[in-house]
């Protein structure tokens, strides 16, 4: 991994939208959420921060999508049952050589419809001389709600590699700097971007939450 330095960061924002949906029943990414679908929804608020010179979606093979903007770049991952270790080394594998170095990636789930731009953008700049930036809840660590160096992406692999599918591993082996994610409760009162969707009583919730129910 190469050392970090004070060079302006190229951003992109990977959205991980290959999971099983088992505790939904359904595929979250095209829960309707007013008029587009959940996943639309989080590509646009993404976009509102403005950062991201390139979004990615990673998906599973064969997985259909709902209609996305033609900026948004996607890509599967081959390989199931990876879990979000897998997911990432999907998308960052996509993003390698695409962006100046050095260059990052805020990474993240379609199942987060009230994710606030304004968190993703001070999370991202937090990253300074760190390799990862993740919120921390409880000491729960936020794996998919975090930034990251696009040159973590060996240690990645080699964590696939030794059948090791835990983030927590990852932040294990390169510089990690934890936020508590009570530091962002002034942008995002109920902390939402933390808070994904997994149940339909919890996407009902979201639904009334933004206005929509």
């Known amino acids: 991994m190469t050392s970090p330095d004070s060079a302006p960061v190229a951003w992109a924002a990977l959205v991980l939208c290959g999971g099983q949906s088992r505790r939904m029943g359904r595929p979250k990414a095209w829960l309707p959420f007013g008029s587009e679908s959940m996943l639309q929804r989080v590509i646009g608020r993404l976009g509102q921060t403005e950062r991201f010179d390139r979004i990615v979606v990673v998906k599973a093979p064969q997985q259909p999508l709902p209609p996305l903007p033609k900026y948004v770049h996607v890509v599967e991952?081959?390989?199931?049952?990876?879990?979000?270790?897998?997911?990432?080394?999907?998308?960052?594998?996509?993003?390698?050589?695409?962006?100046?170095?050095?260059?990052?990636?805020?990474?993240?789930?379609?199942?987060?419809?009230?994710?606030?731009?304004?968190?993703?953008?001070?999370?991202?700049?937090?990253?300074?001389?760190?390799?990862?930036?993740?919120?921390?809840?409880?000491?729960?660590?936020?794996?998919?709600?975090?930034?990251?160096?696009?040159?973590?992406?060996?240690?990645?692999?080699?964590?696939?590699?030794?059948?090791?599918?835990?983030?927590?591993r990852l932040f294990e082996l390169v510089p990690t700097h934890y936020l508590p994610v009570e530091m962002f409760r002034e942008l995002d009162p109920e902390l939402d971007t933390f808070h994904n969707v997994n149940t339909p009583e919890e996407y009902q919730e979201s639904l009334r939450r933004a206005g929509l129910a």
């Not at 930036?133 to 709600?145: F, R």
């Open 77 to 168: 991952d081959h390989i199931p049952g990876l879990g979000p270790l897998g997911g990432m080394a999907a998308g960052l594998a996509a993003l390698a050589g695409t962006l100046p170095e050095p260059a990052a990636a805020y990474v993240t789930s379609c199942d987060v419809p009230l994710l606030v731009p304004a968190v993703v953008q001070r999370i991202c700049e937090q990253l300074q001389h760190w390799a990862a930036v993740v919120p921390v809840e409880e000491q729960y660590p936020h794996p998919l709600a975090a930034a990251y160096r696009l040159d973590v992406l060996p240690v990645v692999q080699q964590l696939l590699d030794e059948g090791e599918h835990r983030p927590r």
